[in-house]
């Protein structure tokens, strides 16, 4: 049974920074990894996409260069660095994998997801 827990989320000021962790099992360990958020508009949109089976990681246009995504195999924990944050980045983040090895771009695309964790920007 897959199981994604999102930790991480905070309320902070423009400019600042914050570190989100997901912790996983179960999963499919060459399988997409991701991460969303899903902000005022209720569509939850892909941020970051993982491609365990070869390392490449691809990221949306408004979070290119101040996000970064990496992972602890050992402790089958997903990172996602949140750095210069700005309001507009407000939204519910959450993790997802897919059992998709490629193709996982998305939020359709994944199959199971974390309940979320809320990151509060103020300027």
């Known amino acids: 049974q897959v199981q994604l827990q999102e930790s991480g989320g905070d309320s902070v000021q423009a400019g600042e920074s914050l570190r989100l962790s997901c912790v996983s099992s179960?999963?499919?360990?060459?399988?997409?990894m991701g991460w969303f958020r899903q902000g005022s508009d209720q569509q939850r949109e892909r941020v970051a996409t993982f491609y365990p089976r070869t390392g490449a990681t691809v990221y949306s246009d408004s979070v290119k260069g101040r996000f970064t995504m990496s992972q602890d195999l050992a402790k089958n924990t997903l990172y996602l660095q949140l750095d210069s944050l700005k309001v507009e980045d407000s939204a519910m983040y959450y993790c997802?994998?897919?059992?998709?090895?490629?193709?996982?771009?998305?939020?359709?695309?994944?199959?199971?997801w974390g309940q979320g964790t809320q990151v509060t920007v103020s300027s």
């Open positions: 179960g999963h499919c360990k060459e399988c997409c």
């Open positions: 997802a994998t897919a059992t998709l090895v490629f193709g996982c771009n998305g939020p359709e695309s994944f199959a199971f």
